[in-house]
T-cell receptor
Framework: DAGVTQSPTHLIKTRGQHVTLRCSPI?????VSWYQQVLGQGPQFIFQ???????GRGNFPDRFSARQFPNYSSELNVNALLLGDSALYLC????????????FGEGSRLTVL | AQSVSQHNHHVILSEAASLELGCNYS??????LFWYVQYPGQHLQLLLK??????LVKGIKGFEAEFIKSKFSFNLRKPSVQWSDTAEYFC????????????FGTGTRLKVLA
């Protein structure tokens, strides 16, 4: 069975640009959440979506947005990139909104120059 | 606000040594507790979880953790580590109401010497 897949795996952007990261959950999972992991830190919660609705938002600026599609895949968008947005962005899926266990993808490593 | 503290950032052990990684959380309500592990070059994966019931939970690869409610702690233990346990370990808390978001600790890098 395919796990959580994320694309792209690596990308380089410059300040002020926009980026879109994509995530496909495990088949049958209806919840997708996004995390930012900066080097030396644990993953920081950005968003959770369940059944295409936003169920939670972390302490990130409005430059960060996300959505979930009818097939439960998800996109994370970041506008007006800053150097500090350089990080590993992790997507995780779970079968329900609060069923606990998260299944993580490999992540998308974003470098902002 | 919720927070998770992992006291040890780097741990180096020899094979067969015992392991205990500390985790304390701050939250006034009911939580679910987790330990995730990230082996070199791999993605984060669940090691073990506590939802309710017996506060001593067992996970994969011989790991266990004990939930002590009065201490807001969920320490991870293994009696005898192996070289293959070299990884980064993250403690995480999920509130059982509200946004259900996970809060992760900063992680502990474990290196086991053969």
């Amino acid at each position: 069975d395919a796990g959580v897949t994320q694309s792209p795996t690596h990308l380089i952007k410059t300040r002020g640009q926009h980026v879109t990261l994509r995530c496909s959950p495990i088949s049958g999972h209806k919840s997708v959440s996004w995390y930012q992991q900066v080097l030396g830190q644990g993953p920081q919660f950005i968003f959770q979506y369940y059944e295409k609705e936003e169920r939670g938002r972390g302490n990130f600026p409005d430059r960060f947005s996300a959505r979930q599609f009818p097939n439960y895949s998800s996109e994370l968008n970041v506008n007006a990139l800053l150097l500090g947005d350089s990080a590993l962005y992790l997507c995780a899926s779970s079968s329900g909104a609060n069923t606990g266990e998260l299944f993580f993808g490999e992540g998308s490593r974003l470098t902002v120059l | 606000a919720q927070s998770v503290s992992q006291h040890n950032h780097h741990v180096i052990l020899s094979e067969a040594a015992s392991l205990e990684l500390g985790c304390n959380y701050s939250y006034g309500g009911t939580v679910n507790l987790f330990w995730y592990v990230q082996y070199p070059g791999q993605h984060l994966q669940l090691l073990l979880k506590y939802f309710s019931g017996d506060p001593l939970v067992k996970g994969i690869k011989g790991f266990e953790a004990e939930f002590i409610k009065s201490k807001f702690s969920f320490n991870l233990r293994k009696p005898s580590v192996q070289w293959s346990d070299t990884a980064e370990y993250f403690c995480a808390v999920m509130a059982t109401s509200g946004t259900y978001k996970y809060i992760f600790g900063t992680g502990t890098r474990l290196k086991v010497l053969a």
